[in-house]
Nanobody, 115 residues
Framework: VQLQASGGGLVQAGESLRLSCASS????????LGWYRQAPGKQREMVAL???????NYADFVKGRFTASRDNSKNTVALQMNSLQVEDTAVYCC??????????WGQGTQVTVSS
């Protein structure tokens, strides 16, 4: 399975970005989809996850600002990021899991937020 993430870039604080992750495998039966991020010198952390029951989990630091979504017809998962903050600067990776097997990771896309 290949996951291709796109949409990262350099923006100013307060602006928005939309990340997208395209899967080479159908995501119709994916059980968990989402985004993680890793900032320099920090551990990878969960940003947003979409569960198989359509429930969504968001990290406290992005609640109300970021929205994760899936499009089964296009085999994509997206992350709409609004009101970006300097602290959101990181490499963002998408993650998709099917069933109980280990999930697949995208290559990551850099998001840089300047003040």
């Amino acid at each position: 399975v290949q996951l291709q993430a796109s949409g990262g870039g350099l923006v100013q604080a307060g602006e928005s970005l939309r990340l997208s992750c395209a899967s080479s495998r159908s995501i119709f039966r994916a059980t968990r989809l989402g985004w993680y991020r890793q900032a320099p010198g920090k551990q990878r952390e969960m940003v947003a996850l979409i569960q198989s029951d359509a429930g969504k989990n968001y990290a406290d630091f992005v609640k109300g600002r970021f929205t994760a979504s899936r499009d089964n017809s296009k085999n994509t998962v997206a992350l709409q990021m609004n009101s970006l903050q300097v602290e959101d600067t990181a490499v963002y990776c998408c993650y998709i899991q099917w069933g109980l097997t280990p999930g697949s990771w995208g290559q990551g896309t850099q998001v840089t937020v300047s003040s």
